[in-house]
């Protein structure tokens, strides 16, 4: 039978038969092993912090604000999509910076993407309402007071977001 011909990866080193050079990174190898047990030894701990987190912010909503909940209790207890009518969501965002609160307007994978979020379209959304959507996210660090900065800047911002109006018509046809 003929042999199969392999190339190496990276060059260097004799190890591996010549495939592979380097020799393995046994302490990071060992910390990362710490870090995944850890993790999952905490995980219960961190979803109930994430989910109390997430009850203040919903409890904190007022009505007022004329909000649309995209996310429910079955998601990611870390992660609140909602739209807030008449708000472009990237005015919304800056608004909120400049607070010193940080949100998103949509995932990591969207970033610079000017379109309205294809999984809110697919959720019955129209594209007006995809377009005023904020991605609040919460993590292990995230605190009582930083929803309360949150929910004490989103008055004003949502205000002067509604006074700017929906301006962008990028991805309204869509």
């Known amino acids: 039978s003929a042999a199969a011909s392999m190339t190496p990866l990276v060059r260097g080193g004799g190890h591996e038969s010549g495939l592979r050079s380097g020799t393995l ?6 910390a990362a092993a710490v870090a995944i047990e850890a993790a999952v030894q905490q995980r219960a701990q961190h979803v109930d912090h994430q989910a109390r987190l997430r009850e203040r912010l919903l409890a904190g909503l007022s009505p ?11 998601g990611v207890p870390g992660i609140v999509n909602v739209s ?38 697919a959720m019955g959304r ?8 904020l991605r609040i996210s919460t993590g292990r660090t995230s605190t009582e007071a930083d929803i309360d900065a949150l929910l004490a800047a989103l008055p ?19």
């Open 126 to 133: 129209s594209p007006v309402e995809a377009r005023s959507a």
């Open 25 to 30: 990174n046994v302490p990071g190898i060992a």
């Open 156 to 174: 004003e911002a949502v205000s002067r977001a509604r006074r700017a109006g929906m301006v962008s018509t990028a991805g309204a046809s869509r």
């Open 84 to 121: 807030f009518a008449g708000c472009e969501s990237d005015a919304l965002m800056m608004l909120l910076d400049a607070a010193g609160v940080a949100v998103s307007t949509g995932s990591a994978c969207t970033v610079g993407i000017p379109q309205p979020s294809h999984v809110l379209l």
């Open 64 to 74: 007022d604000l004329d909000y649309r909940l995209n996310s429910d209790g079955a």
